[in-house]
């Protein structure tokens, strides 16, 4: 029998999940894809509104270009919270035995009730047997993610599957008709 380790999320020690307001993690596992196809998808920011249109507007590229790279800034709006500026914490493509790995950070300045603080991650692994692991986890802070921790269904859930779902559809060259939140996906 062999054993088969998994990468984990590295955490900044202000979001560590089970501290913060909200937590969410999606993960999906998909055969006949490579982290390569995957990281091509997500990397490209330019790309996310094909596959994860309904939840995705307003996205401004770093100066740098499309792909994100550490210390790159891009601009996007998601879930119902304006334009948020977003600094690349982490950015490391896939590679053999390696996952990829990439993360923001995201800040809404205002008021106690409107101010969030939010710490997204993925990783993207081969495995063994053509198979790849797309893993997505964010940590928020704020009383706005606290209401959305609470509301049911879990938007938060359900929209970073509806990404991974459109991530995999999009790698495969096909598009969802439908999302887990119940909208038409653009076409």
């Known amino acids: 029998m062999s054993n088969h380790q998994q990468s984990a999320i590295?955490?900044?020690?202000?979001?560590?999940?089970?501290?913060?307001?909200?937590y969410t993690s999606n993960e999906t596992i998909a055969p006949g894809l490579t982290a390569a196809q995957i990281w091509a998808k997500l990397n490209d920011?330019?790309?996310?509104?094909?596959?994860?249109?309904?939840?995705?507007?307003?996205?401004?590229?770093?100066?740098?270009?499309?792909?994100?790279?550490?210390?790159?800034?891009?601009?996007?709006?998601?879930?119902?919270?304006?334009?948020?500026?977003?600094?690349?914490?982490?950015?490391?493509?896939?590679?053999?035995?390696?996952a990829g790995r990439l993360a923001w950070s995201a800040k809404l300045e205002?008021?106690?009730?409107?101010?969030?603080?939010?710490?997204?991650?993925?990783l993207v692994?081969?495995?063994?047997?053509?198979?790849?692991?797309?893993?997505?986890?964010?940590?928020?802070?704020?009383?706005?993610?606290?209401?959305?921790?609470?509301?049911?269904p879990n938007k938060m859930l359900l929209g970073h599957q509806d990404w991974l779902d459109g991530l995999v559809a999009a790698a495969r060259g096909q598009k969802l008709k439908e999302t887990n939140l119940g909208s038409v996906e653009k076409k």
């Open 125 to 152: 692994e081969d495995l063994p047997g053509g198979r790849v692991r797309i893993l997505t986890q964010e940590s928020q802070i704020g009383k706005p993610c606290a209401a959305l921790a609470e509301a049911r």
């Open 10 to 22: 590295i955490w900044p020690e202000k979001y560590l999940p089970g501290t913060t307001d909200n």
């Open 45 to 98: 920011i330019t790309q996310w509104s094909t596959y994860y249109g309904h939840n995705v507007e307003q996205i401004t590229p770093p100066s740098s270009g499309p792909h994100l790279k550490k210390g790159d800034v891009f601009k996007f709006s998601t879930f119902g919270f304006p334009v948020l500026e977003c600094p690349v914490m982490e950015s490391m493509p896939p590679e053999k035995g390696q």
């Open 110 to 122: 205002g008021s106690e009730e409107e101010a969030a603080d939010v710490y997204h991650a993925w």
